[in-house]
T-cell receptor, first 118, second 112 residues
Framework: GAVVSQHPSWVICKSGTSVKIECRSLDFQATTMFWYRQFPKQSLMLMATSNEGSKATYEQGVEKDKFLINHASLTLSTLTVTSAHPEDSSFYIC??????????????FGAGTRLSVL | QKEVEQDPGPLSVPEGAIVSLNCTYSNSAFQYFMWYRQYSRKGPELLMYTYSSGNKEDGRFTAQVDKSSKYISLFIRDSQPSDSATYLCAMSSDNYGQNFVFGPGTRLSVLP
């Protein structure tokens, strides 16, 4: 099956620093990747949709300058949380959709990254 | 009314029970339906994918879609403690990723 690797799985950082999270599709090309945020015992909240080679589309209320998304290749998207603050502490999950006109509209998820900002 | 509704639970059942998880939705344009399982502090894992109405079976799991009632279900037979997780339904109206919506998830506990 389609495998999505997300790294790191857990990161602790000081307030004011930036953190980069990587999302890789290991055995398929992902023209579209998604970034979600999840608070404890709550559902996934879509932050942005990332298409390879173009700017990400952010959901309403998500700060573009705070959550920088880069999708430079068909297998890699990165989310950088800039100048992180304690309120940014959360579980961040990426997903990827297989590209191509015949591909099914299925999202395959990474294992998630737990961010703790001190 | 939310676009996709799902009972958050928690739902507790004894080992071996048949579990029924459900989602209702309001957008009649949805055609593609999925069920994901999410263990604590892990990413969701795709369990079932169905298109339009009907049933689909995979091992102990059966997905059912009733588009006329805007209702989908996931049945788990012979439930095991390892099935304890949050189950999220998801649906989409097309094959291009537009309007892809998750339900809030149901927490399931299977007690040994």
């Amino acid at each position: 099956g389609a495998v999505v690797s997300q790294h790191p799985s857990w990161v602790i950082c000081k307030s004011g620093t930036s953190v980069k999270i990587e999302c890789r599709s290991l055995d398929f090309q992902a023209t579209t990747m998604f970034w979600y945020r999840q608070f404890p015992k709550q559902s996934l909240m879509l932050m942005a949709t990332s298409n390879e080679g173009s700017k990400a589309t952010y959901e309403q209320g998500v700060e573009k300058d705070k959550f920088l998304i880069n999708h430079a290749s068909l297998t890699l998207s990165t989310l950088t949380v800039t100048s992180a603050h304690p309120e940014d502490s959360s579980f961040y999950i990426c997903s990827a959709r297989i590209g191509g006109a015949l591909a099914k509209n299925i999202q395959y998820f990474g294992a998630g990254t737990r961010l703790s900002v001190l | 009314q939310k676009e996709v509704e799902q009972d958050p639970g928690p739902l507790s059942v004894p080992e071996g029970a048949i579990v029924s998880l459900n989602c209702t939705y309001s957008n009649s344009a949805f055609q593609y339906f999925m069920w994901y399982r999410q263990y604590s502090r892990k990413g969701p894992e795709l369990l079932m994918y169905t298109y339009s109405s009907g049933n689909k079976e995979d091992g102990r799991f059966t997905a059912q879609v009733d588009k006329s009632s805007k209702y989908i279900s996931l049945f788990i037979r012979d439930s095991q403690p390892s099935d304890s997780a949050t189950y999220l339904c998801a649906m989409s109206s097309d094959n291009y990723g537009q309007n892809f919506v998750f339900g809030p998830g149901t927490r399931l506990s299977v007690l040994p």
